[in-house]
């Protein structure tokens, strides 16, 4: 779904920008505007990657949000379950 897509855009753009020595932050508007998504949903999607752990924040001036584990250690799976629900029989 839409959700789900948006959630992996944001989680890409993290990949992006992560640097184990240096935490470097997005909000949620800088990520909404590099790919081109609504800054709401960027910003509840974040939400719910936060409360799973996916990603870390701080709030206010200066905080942001950046991924809470290394990208590898963040599969397709761990965001799009979170979005959407899949079937116990899923076949391609």
Known sequence: GKTAQHAISAVSRLAQAYDP?????????????SRGLPQPVVAKVLTVLS???IVAST?????????ARPPAAVSLYDVVTLFERLEDNVSC
């Open 21 to 33: 020595a240096k935490r470097c932050k997005l909000s949620s508007a800088d990520i909404a505007d």
């Open 51 to 53: 409360q799973a752990g």
């Open 59 to 67: 709030p206010g001036p200066g905080g942001g949000y950046w991924l």
